[in-house]
Each structure stands twice: as structure tokens, then as C-alpha cells.
């Protein structure tokens, strides 16, 4: 699985699959692609598309329930999860129709160019110019581009850390907050490598093997900061970066290097919170549904506060 024409052959015969499950009826869906969870958040969405170097970048725009203060909405980019290789957008609607009415935000859910197809660094370079344009462009697409923060779980939180280190290394856009939801951090150390605290993680090592070979088929290029900000090769100061709110899971092989990355955020002065997801593993909010509740309302409670207009500066409330 770790030779790179082995893994991408792997990853487009996953990428199928998924397409397959996710074009079903949606009572015939597998879970993690259903739409009817947290029905009290309803889907008031539009569609866009992204012009970027990469590729036209598909998003979808959850819009909050009601503009409480008579101005356009703050802002939160989403990017979902599934290995760099994995077509999940969907499976992040609940997240974005929560967060879009909890935090009373715009939630754009970004559907971003995927390994074997397209392999590092085109992604975390796409999610920058995506993140870019959102903030330019919000005076003509209705949200207020100057309140942003940026997101993701999995993959998803690794290409969100990512775009936080190129606004720092490039002046801007100016990232109110970056969410780091069970995010994979560092890419130069093998999932195998990874220990977990149960006999039977989600993450498997054949899925590494998979995913990195397709994403990343270079070895060398894994310790790159945009790919591996938690490995010990990266060494830039981080002053400046996005405040972070990194959230783990107690079973989850990639835990520790997120833990590694809080603590060199804290160092930096940027690490808002790091919460543990107790008794939970990698992707643990496909299926416990009142767990993912709490800890989106967590995710909302920070994303509000920190793009709220009427602070001159972020200011973070005691969990």
C-alpha cells in the first residue's frame, strides 16, 4: 500500500465507493452521509465556485437563521475530512448548519481539490486562496470577509492549520481563529508509529499508507510545515499565527501530535484552548450524535466570540 502507484490506485477505488454511497437515496445512505441530523438547524444554502491557481474550488454556503445585528454575518470556512483523498463534503452539513446557526455565522463548507489527482502542495495552496478570496470578497457575496476564522477535522483540520501558516508567512488574510478538530498534523511519521490507547483504533495503518502515498508520495516532502507543523522539523516561530482552538480525541492515533502542535502554539501565544474528547476516538461524531453536539456548540461558542464584531480584539470564555 505504501508505494505511491499502489496508493493511488487504492485511493481512486476508494474515492468511487464514496461517490457510489453518497448518489443514493438518502434513507439508503450510510451514516455518515445522511442529512437528517440536528433537524432543528434547517439547510439554507447556495452554491459558489472558487477561482484558485489549482482548480475551480466548488463551496457551499450555510447562511445563519437570522441576522441578529442587522449587518452581514461573520464568516467560518470549513474544510472536511477523509484522508486528502476522500470526497466527504457532505458528510460535514450537520456541522455547518449548526455552527452557521449556533455562531451565527456564514459556514462555507469547501469542497477542495483531492489527492492522487492532485497531490501536495496543490491542496493546503488551494484552501489559502480560497480562505484569500472569501475575505475579499464578502462586501459582494453578503458576509463580512474582515470577521473570519477557518476549520476542519481530519485532513480537513491539517489544510485549516495550513492556511493559518501562509497568512502568517504572507500578511494576511487576518484569521480571527483556527479549529483543529482531530486533525492530522503530522505526516512524516508513519499512522503505525501512532499509538492509540485501544486494541482496535478507527485509524488503521493501511489507511496511512494509503492516504500519504496518494497525497504525498515523496517521503521527503512530509515534513513540510504545511504538511506537518507537529513534526520536530519544523522549527519556524509561530508568533503571530491565528489563535487555535485544538481539540482531540482520547483514542486517537494522531492526539499526541496535536498536543505537540498545542504546545508549540501555546509557546507562541496562540493556543486559545486544547479540550479532549474523553471515551472518543478519530471520527467519533459520525456516530455519537450527543457527543458531537457538545463539542460543536464548544466549536460555535469560540467561532462566535472570536468574529464578534463588537470586540475590538478576541476575548475567549472559560470552558
Same mark, same amino acid.
Given at each position: 500500500?505504501?508505494?505511491?502507484?499502489?496508493?493511488?490506485?487504492?485511493?481512486?477505488?476508494?474515492?468511487?465507493?464514496?461517490?457510489?454511497?453518497?448518489?443514493?437515496?438518502?434513507?439508503?445512505?450510510?451514516?455518515?452521509?445522511?442529512?437528517?441530523?440536528?433537524?432543528?438547524?434547517?439547510?439554507?444554502?447556495?452554491?459558489?465556485?472558487?477561482?484558485?491557481? *489549482?482548480?475551480?474550488?466548488?463551496?457551499?454556503?450555510?447562511?445563519?437563521?437570522?441576522?441578529?445585528?442587522?449587518?452581514?454575518?461573520?464568516?467560518? *470556512?470549513?474544510?472536511?475530512?477523509?484522508?486528502? /483523498?476522500?470526497?466527504?463534503?457532505?458528510?460535514?452539513? $450537520?456541522?455547518?448548519?449548526?455552527?452557521?446557526?449556533?455562531?451565527? *455565522?456564514?459556514?462555507?463548507?469547501?469542497?477542495?481539490?483531492?489527492?492522487?489527482?492532485?497531490?501536495?502542495?496543490?491542496?493546503?495552496?488551494?484552501?489559502?486562496?480560497?480562505?484569500? $478570496?472569501?475575505?475579499?470578497?464578502?462586501?459582494?457575496?453578503? $458576509?463580512?470577509?474582515?470577521?473570519?476564522?477557518?476549520?476542519?477535522?481530519?485532513?480537513?483540520?491539517?489544510?485549516?492549520?495550513? /492556511?493559518?501558516?501562509?497568512?502568517?508567512?504572507?500578511?494576511?488574510?487576518?484569521?480571527?481563529?483556527?479549529?483543529?478538530?482531530?486533525?492530522?498534523?503530522?505526516?512524516?511519521?508513519?499512522?503505525?508509529?501512532?499509538?492509540?490507547?485501544?486494541?482496535?483504533?478507527?485509524?488503521?495503518?493501511?489507511?496511512?499508507?494509503?492516504?500519504?502515498?496518494?497525497?504525498?508520495?515523496?517521503?521527503?516532502?512530509?515534513?513540510?510545515?504545511?504538511?506537518?507543523?507537529?513534526?520536530?522539523?519544523?522549527?519556524?516561530?509561530?508568533?503571530?499565527?491565528?489563535?487555535?482552538?485544538?481539540?482531540?480525541?482520547?483514542?486517537?492515533?494522531?492526539?499526541?501530535?496535536?498536543?505537540?502542535?498545542?504546545?508549540?502554539?501555546?509557546?507562541?501565544?496562540?493556543?486559545?484552548?486544547?479540550?479532549?474528547?474523553?471515551?472518543?476516538?478519530?471520527?467519533?461524531?459520525?456516530?455519537?450524535?450527543?457527543?458531537?453536539?457538545?463539542?460543536?456548540?464548544?466549536?460555535?461558542?469560540? *467561532?462566535?466570540?472570536?468574529?464578534?464584531?463588537?470586540?475590538?480584539?478576541?476575548? $475567549?470564555?472559560?470552558?
Amino acid at each position: 500500500m505504501a508505494r505511491p502507484v499502489v496508493a493511488a490506485f487504492a485511493a481512486r477505488a476508494m474515492q468511487r465507493l464514496v461517490l457510489r454511497a453518497a448518489g443514493r437515496p438518502e434513507e439508503k445512505r450510510p451514516e455518515a452521509f445522511r442529512l437528517d441530523r440536528f433537524p432543528e438547524f434547517p439547510r439554507h444554502t447556495r452554491e459558489l465556485v472558487v477561482p484558485t491557481s *489549482v482548480a475551480p474550488a466548488r463551496v457551499v454556503v450555510y447562511l445563519p437563521t437570522a441576522d441578529e445585528a442587522g449587518q452581514a454575518p461573520a464568516v467560518h *470556512v470549513n474544510f472536511h475530512g477523509g484522508g486528502f /483523498v476522500m470526497p466527504l463534503t457532505e458528510m460535514d452539513d $450537520w456541522f455547518c448548519r449548526f455552527v452557521a446557526a449556533e455562531a451565527q *455565522v456564514a459556514a462555507i463548507n469547501v469542497d477542495y481539490a483531492l489527492a492522487p489527482r492532485h497531490k501536495f502542495p496543490a491542496p493546503p495552496r488551494q484552501a489559502f486562496e480560497v480562505v484569500l $478570496w472569501i475575505a475579499q470578497h464578502g462586501a459582494e457575496q453578503g $458576509w463580512d470577509g474582515s470577521r473570519l476564522s477557518v476549520g476542519g477535522q481530519s485532513a480537513g483540520g491539517s489544510l485549516a492549520a495550513a /492556511v493559518a501558516r501562509q497568512a502568517l508567512e504572507q500578511g494576511g488574510p487576518a484569521i480571527a481563529l483556527q479549529v483543529l478538530h482531530y486533525a492530522v498534523l503530522d505526516l512524516a511519521t508513519e499512522l503505525g508509529d501512532k499509538p492509540s490507547a485501544v486494541s482496535k483504533s478507527m485509524l488503521k495503518p493501511w489507511m496511512g499508507a494509503v492516504y500519504n502515498g496518494a497525497y504525498i508520495p515523496d517521503r521527503r516532502a512530509r515534513t513540510d510545515r504545511l504538511a506537518s507543523p507537529a513534526n520536530a522539523a519544523d522549527v519556524a516561530d509561530l508568533a503571530g499565527i491565528a489563535p487555535a482552538l485544538v481539540i482531540t480525541a482520547e483514542y486517537d492515533r494522531l492526539k499526541t501530535e496535536a498536543g505537540r502542535y498545542a504546545e508549540r502554539l501555546r509557546k507562541a501565544g496562540a493556543l486559545i484552548d486544547l479540550h479532549d474528547v474523553r471515551g472518543a476516538d478519530h471520527g467519533y461524531d459520525v456516530k455519537h450524535y450527543e457527543t458531537a453536539r457538545d463539542i460543536y456548540a464548544l466549536i460555535a461558542r469560540h *467561532v462566535r466570540r472570536a468574529t464578534a464584531s463588537e470586540t475590538s480584539g478576541p476575548t $475567549w470564555p472559560t470552558e
